[in-house]
């Protein structure tokens, strides 16, 4: 769990990223979840956003998809959100994400 600090942190590593994800008006689908799989060992960071024609709540979406890959809810700022999680593969390379204490 992300102390308040770690995540104002977190946030302002994350404001300049583009997302690396949308969610169309199809929803989450089961290969959303495969590609937050296979991007968050690589980027540890990774932001989402999701278009207007989905009728599904931004909240509620990054609430599920951070509990089905193991990683933490960063921030929802309007339809964008960012799901952490720390990498031992970066973490190996020395290109791990350091936190606050």
Known sequence: MLTSKQ?????????????LLTI???GVLPETLQHIEEML???EL???SMLKTCDEDPK?????????AGAEVVSVIGRRFV????SRKL??????IILPL
């Open 60 to 68: 509620e979406v990054a609430r599920r998809l951070g509990a089905a």
């Open 7 to 19: 995540r104002a942190y977190l946030r302002g590593l994350s404001q300049p990223l583009h997302p």
């Open 46 to 48: 990774v932001k989402v």
């Open 83 to 86: 799901l952490y999680r720390h």
């Open 41 to 43: 060992p690589v980027h």
């Open 91 to 96: 973490a190996e390379k020395g290109k791990a």
């Open 24 to 26: 169309g008006k199809e």
